[in-house]
């Protein structure tokens, strides 16, 4: 692959994409990130620089529409970027302006992300008034091998003049979590007790404490220029004026620049925190770590070595655009998510650690996440899971409090596992505060309960689900049984009061009572969730069986509750398709054409309908994919056993027309709808596949959502990309400890590669090419693989590469 399919790159500087490229050009490791944002930038309209620390949450209350609402966000960590230069005032003269792109004499501006090695690049090319021209490249790194580290060299080139260079770095914890406008009326000053110093060696320090949740945050800086290959002159401490200049540390740095002669300064920045393992205290670990850090290019080679390591156990080799697109959502998983995860007490984002949407909240979007790394990264998906087995006890608490037994995972959950969704929303068009209700899409559960299986049926962990997998999935199970009431008049039994995938269904029309009844999605996978808890229970070796049932009190009786609910949990339909929930059939038809003619693009249609007083409650109109879902989460082979087992029958027939009904009834306003509606018509072989495809690969790179991504890419639909091209259009799944593949490639994404790991297996590779599927076992390997293609079931031996013929 050439240097040029790993690039991605922005010629010019314009004001007004510059935080949906700071967005796609942030840099992290799994422990931190930082936003691609420009080092001499602040926060203003175009620029928000930002960096997160994994797990990092803080909590304050805020007073909107009257009330008092309380969030939990993902704490803004002091910006470490801030550097800026100017050239040296001539003695007797006034010093001129710091550089900043604003300026004039900007005559060049590229920006490019180096994806294979991690780094990001700025090269400027400038002109001060005086007309003495000067090149300055920056390239910064966030270390992966490294978690805490993190560098930006800036080279300066004096073409054919000398002179000095003044340049100010500095640390600045001023900063607030100011990065979402629909947040603007929410307090988002998150750090105190700031306290800055400098140490030996130019080195500065911050220190502060987040408020209510206590963590202590450390960072320290090293500048140090390098005109000659040796050291340069040290930095000196510089005092800052202003509003809050307590809460800031800079250092001033004088570089003598010589024609032609390329001047580097480095500011080398380490970040700890109090929830770090392995430390004393974070200011010393900050401090200590920074003076220790190798110079520049010794830390830029074991950084490539790092990101050379995890590409190679994530092999995908498509060509093209759509190639080097996907390869981008793969970076930004893997810095989202990666070996330095395992470590940490945190979950899965859905906005990454890129900026502040969503607070920085854990949704079910590990449901479109982890099943790609379980082929890559088990071990990072197991950390994923653990997240979830620590708040288990929160989610019993969560359970209880709303009258039921078992585990009820949160729609949106953080530090402690306790429900996060807001009370309150804003309506951006309307400016109107509304309800919140999709704490009621209690089908996060069953997205659990579907990783931790999907992650054993893939690495064969049984350790871990016969301990903590055991622990969840039993006690989700019990809370959908504790859920499902049985109605009589129906013979079924009910899960109501529910929201949907489909965030646009919160209520009946017209009905005070929150939530809808019988989400097909929901009901379904609840009985899936309830019949692997009886296959788990069945199978756990004692004594381990007993000692789980005797912590849950958990009989026989109980789980013949769970197999009755399991096989009569009710299912609605109308017009010979699945219903989204009970009652579907009774709401109105939308316009859609109408609406298209007038309003444009129209995937927030909830917000559209709100600012006319009316609500996408009453229409048959969905946000995403609900019913289809099911396609999604489960091949036909299971979908089939799902309906069998309610007693329902969904043919193909069945499946087509209510695949049909919905593509026609859905506005696509979140990123995962393009994904799931793109996969399922792939499985089907139908040619609109790629028009979802495309729009799920184009979601974040083109800010499809209405300008969304400016405030953090959407994890979900970037981990769903990767596994649409590594199970979805390969149909590969995994059944009785073995690999079965099904291909059913699009016509633009036919001709790729990739490997992924399985069980003892490290490095199976995969080509897609035409009507031929190859699959090979590197010489290495030490045993046989086994694979099933169709009803056919072939044997690959290490070193060996069978070509299948699909036609
Ligand atoms: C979607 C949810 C998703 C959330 C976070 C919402 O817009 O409707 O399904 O979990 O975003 O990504």
Known sequence: MTDDAWTWSYEGYDPAGERLREALCTLGNGYFATRGAAPEATADDFHYPGTYAAGCYDRLTSKVAGREVENED?????????????????????APPWWSTADPGLLEYRQSLDIRGGTLSRELHLEDAAGRRLRVRQ?????????????????????????????????????????????????????????????????????????????????????????????????EPCAKEGPRSSCRVAQRLVVPLLPGAAVHVDKTVALFTSRDRGIGAPRLAAVD???????????????????????????????????????????????????????????????????????????????????????????????????????????????????FAGAMYPWQSASDGREESPALHLNPRSRRWLPDRSHLQRHVGSAVAYNLWRYAEATGDLEFLHTQGAEMLLRIARFWSSTAAFDPDRERYRIRGVVGPDEYHDAYPDSDRAGIDDNAYTNATASWVLSRALELARALPQPRRDHLFADMALDEEELRRWEDVSRRLLIPFHENVISQFDGYEALTEFG????????????????????????????????????????????????????????????????????????????????????????????????????????????????????????GIHLGAMGGTLDLVQRGLTGLEIHDGTLHLD??????????????????????????????????????ERGPLRVGLRDEVITVHPGETRTLDLS
């Not at 490294?146 to 500095?170: C, K, N, P, Q």
């Not at 800055?196 to 963590?215: K, L, N």
Request: overall charge neutral; proline content about 5%.
């Open 289 to 403: 770590a920074v003076s220790r850090a190798p110079h520049f290019s010794e830390l830029l080679a074991s950084h490539r070595r790092a990101w050379k390591h995890l590409w190679e156990r994530t092999v995908l080799d498509v060509p093209g655009l759509s190639g080097r697109v996907l390869r981008l959502h793969l970076f930004h998983v893997l810095q989202t998510l990666s070996p330095h995860s395992v470590g940490i007490d945190a979950g899965v984002p859905a906005r990454g650690l890129h900026g502040e949407a969503y607070r920085g909240h854990v949704f079910w979007d590990e449901l479109f996440v982890l099943p790609y790394l379980n082929l890559h990264l088990p071990e990072v998906s197991r950390a994923m899971l653990s997240y979830r087995h620590r708040r288990l006890p929160a989610a019993c608490r969560n359970a209880e409090d709303a009258g």
């Open 74 to 94: 993902l704490v803004n960590l002091p910006n470490w970027l801030p550097f800026r230069f100017r050239t040296r005032p001539e003695a007797g003269r006034p």
């Open 743 to 780: 291909p059913a490639p699009l016509t633009e994404l036919s001709d790729y590669g990739f490997s992924i790991r399985f069980r003892g297996h490290w490095g199976i590779t995969f080509r897609l090419c035409g009507d031929t599927l190859e699959v090979g076992l590197p010489a290495a």
């Open 592 to 711: 859609w054409d109408r609406y298209r003619a007038r309003y444009g693009d129209v995937r927030r249609l909830d917000r559209i309908l709100e600012a006319e007083g009316d609500t996408v409650n009453r229409y048959r109109a969905s946000k995403q994919a609900d019913v289809l879902m099911l396609g999604y989460l489960f091949p036909p082979r299971e979908l089939s056993e799902v309906f069998r087992r309610l007693g329902y029958v969904v043919d193909d027939d069945m499946w087509d027309r209510t695949v049909d009904y919905y593509l026609s009834r859905t506005s696509h306003g979140s990123t995962l709808s393009g994904l799931v509606h793109g996969w399922i018509l792939a499985r089907e072989r139908r040619p609109e596949a790629w028009r979802y495809t495309h729009e799920a690969l184009w979601g974040d790179v083109a800010d499809l959502q209405g300008g969304t991504t400016h405030e």
């Open 139 to 235: 390239q910064r790194l966030v270390h992966m091998g490294d978690a805490h580290l993190a560098v930006l060299r800036t080279s300066f080139t004096a073409e054919g003049w000398a002179g000095e260079l003044e340049i100010e770095a500095e640390l600045d914890a001023t900063v607030t979590n100011g990065g979402v406008d629909r947040y603007r009326d929410l307090r988002g000053r998150h750090l105190e007790a700031v306290e800055t110093g400098y140490a030996p060696d130019g080195i500065a320090w911050v220190c502060c404490a987040t408020r209510s949740s206590g963590i202590t945050v450390a960072m320290a800086a090293r500048l140090r220029s390098s005109s000659t290959g040796t050291c340069g002159p040290s930095a």
